[in-house]
Every structure is written in C-alpha cells, then in structure tokens.
C-alpha cells in the first residue's frame, strides 16, 4: 500500500471551486480499483491549508490509475512550497 499527502493552501475566493474540484475527483477516485481510501480535511486553525490523503493499492496501482486525471482536476491549485 502507498500513502500519498498532498498540502494545498487555497485562499478563500478560491475556496468553493477547489471544493467542487474535489467533489468531481471522489467520483474517479471511488470508480478506479487502484484507490483505496482518499480523504480532503482542512485546518481548523486556518481554513486556507487543506491535506488530501490518498490510499493506493500499490506504487504500480499509483503511476497507472486514474491519478493522472484526479490531478488534472487540482493541477490549478498550488501545493504549499510552490
């Protein structure tokens, strides 16, 4: 099993679309085999950080799912580093 954790900081106008963004990738996510478990939170402290976990059956399951398509969906939105 992989465990990947991607940390998003999204300001708040920004915020709703990145949300509806997430909602489309949970559909590729329960639809492709390799995805285990996924999971969006955000930050209590400060509603701008969110950390997107996601469960993959393997590394092999990782670089060929629908992973390609998922990040798509979030490539508009900066990592927090970037």
């Known amino acids: 099993m992989v465990v990947e954790y991607t940390r998003y900081k999204i300001d708040e106008p920004r915020r709703a679309a990145f949300l509806d963004a997430y909602r489309k990738a949970a559909e590729s996510l329960r639809a492709t085999?390799?995805?285990l478990a996924y999971e969006l939170?955000?930050?209590t402290e400060d509603e701008a950080?969110?950390?997107l976990r996601l469960?993959?059956?393997s590394e092999e399951g990782?670089?060929?799912s629908e992973r390609r398509r998922i990040?798509?969906?979030f490539c508009?939105?900066?990592t927090v580093g970037e």
């Open 41 to 43: 939170t955000q930050c």
């Open 62 to 64: 990782q670089r060929v």
């Open 76 to 78: 508009s939105y900066p």
């Open 55 to 57: 469960e993959w059956d």
């Open 33 to 35: 085999k390799n995805c």
């Open 71 to 73: 990040q798509i969906l």
């Open 49 to 51: 950080y969110f950390i």
